[in-house]
């Protein structure tokens, strides 16, 4: 498994102020809202770069983390982002007001790597990714301790996970074994494994919860699983080595990454039919995501120099390019939203 070819992640962060998250009025909030920011995980440099998704600027200097960060995301009220760790093994819990590390949570013994990691819609908990031993930790965000361990089956090199939207199913794509793991967040169990493609890498859930779609890294390949039956109903043929993906608004498409074809793929979830746009020569993307009106996504590009590309989602052209470094291997994403920029987004 490369971890250079699929290293860091990249988390879109919208920080809300205190006063939407708390349910007060809205004449009781400040008079500017608090910027949406791009977090991104630089694996070469074990630390994150902040971007001011406005301007799409540097913001200061990047934030040490702990040994080779690789996948990132932010609890849903946009305060805080945990950064998976690969060779710590840890988590670092980013506090976004100030940009600094606020925690580390050990998740695993010196001998094991930590891959993804994903927060439950209440944001209560955090599910990470462990190979070795392979499976998956459970993480009180309240107070950043280990409260559960699900082991799956050795050998499985868990890596990609997500959480369906009701909070009540992890997905774990196991890239070891080709594999999908199903646990029950109440119990904390592994319910199910699924057969999917070779190598499988990252997954994502439909926003109405009814469709995980796992992308194959080793056949160019997308299952699609059926959530309810827990059974794959449709293998969807992309680019080479697809890695990350993520669904728009609305769930009527799926952009997915080629990390080996240098290109992303775009999948009509009612048709199953899919576009694909080529990206600049000697292009790595590696995961995206989106804005909250969708009208861009953010796809990171790990070639050298690493860097982020603001996709236009109505041409599906490259509107903006932005560079983190040489050789950060900028990668992954996820987007956490202001309640204010989310009511925008609806109305259009």
């Known amino acids: 498994m490369s971890y250079l070819r ?147 089956a050795p050998g499985s090199a868990p890596f990609g996970l997500a959480i369906t939207p009701d909070g009540e199913s992890v997905y774990v794509a196991n890239n070891g074994n080709g594999t999908a793991s199903v646990i029950d967040t109440k119990t904390n169990t592994l319910v199910k494994t699924i057969s999917v493609g070779s190598q499988p890498e990252d997954v994502a859930i439909t926003p109405d919860g009814g469709f995980a779609y796992m992308t194959n890294n080793g056949d160019g390949t997308v299952s699609v699983i059926d959530t309810t039956a827990n059974i794959v109903v449709k293998t969807i043929t992309v680019g080479s080595s697809p890695d990350g993906l993520a669904f728009t608004r609305g769930g009527d498409f799926a952009y997915v990454c080629n990390s080996g074809s240098g290109s992303f793929s775009v999948i009509d979830t009612d048709t199953y039919t899919v576009t694909t746009i080529a990206l600049p020569a000697g292009s790595t993307p590696d995961s995206l995501a989106f804005t909250a009106n969708g009208k861009a996504a953010y796809m990171t590009n790990q070639n050298d120099p690493g860097s982020i590309w603001v996709i236009d989602t109505t041409t599906n052209l490259i509107a903006d390019t932005i560079t983190v470094g040489v050789r950060p291997l900028p990668s992954g994403v996820a987007i956490s939203r202001r309640r204010r920029e989310t009511e925008e987004s609806n109305a259009e």
């Open 6 to 152: 699929r290293s860091s992640r990249l988390v879109i962060s919208c920080l809300m102020p205190l006063g939407v998250l708390y349910g007060f009025s809205l004449a009781a909030l400040p008079a500017a809202a608090a910027p949406a920011h791009a977090y991104v995980a630089n694996f070469s440099t074990s630390s994150v770069s902040v971007v001011d998704t406005k301007t799409n600027k540097i913001i200061g200097s990047p934030i040490p983390v702990g040994d080779s960060p690789l996948y990132l995301t932010v609890t849903p009220n946009g305060k805080f982002v945990y950064v998976a760790n690969v060779f710590a093994p840890s988590v670092s819990v980013i506090d976004t007001q100030t940009n600094t590390v606020v925690a580390t949570v050990a998740v695993a013994s010196a001998s094991s790597l930590v891959n993804g990691i994903a927060i439950t819609p209440n944001g209560k908990f955090a599910y990470v990714a462990t190979d070795s031993p392979d499976g998956v930790t459970v993480i009180d965000t309240k107070t950043n301790t280990v409260v559960a361990s699900v082991p799956v």
